[in-house]
């Protein structure tokens, strides 16, 4: 896969966990996304209700306020089209089932790798 498929993508990345949210943000910056964030599930619901250009969401699933799966609920009222990556630190076999079921597109284990990142969301957006 080619850089510059990410460049001038907008993805907004819903972490409550600072350092995770600039590792995450370092790796983007890379590839050329422009980036949103979100520290919480509920910061998430109005960034993506307010920003209609967004391409993907990387939505982690433990947040405070409202957790991922509620924010992603929310969002699909307003956006119901865009593409959501669930990050989880959770690898269990029923997980993967709730996650797609809930209506995620996809997901990524943690911790995650900059290759694997990379890797989902082109994998994601040329799925599109």
């Known amino acids: 896969m080619g850089n510059g498929y990410l460049t001038g993508k907008k993805v907004l ?16 910056e890379k590839a050329g996304v422009i980036i949103l964030n979100a520290g919480d599930g509920l910061e998430a619901v109005k960034v ?19 957790d991922g799966y509620s924010a ?12 959501v990556i669930a990050q989880t630190a959770y690898s269990l076999m029923g997980d993967k089932e709730k996650i797609l079921n809930s209506g995620f597109n996809d997901y990524i284990i943690k911790p995650i790798l900059s ?4 890797d989902k969301l082109i994998t994601n957006l040329k799925r599109d």
């Open 72 to 83: 992603l609920s929310k969002i699909r009222e307003v956006r119901n089209n865009v593409i």
């Open 115 to 118: 290759q694997n990142l990379i």
């Open 13 to 28: 990345i819903v972490e409550d966990d600072l350092s995770s949210r600039l590792y995450l943000n370092k790796i983007l």
């Open 48 to 66: 993506a209700s307010n920003n209609p250009d967004i391409d993907i969401i990387l939505m982690d699933l433990q947040l405070p306020i409202m």
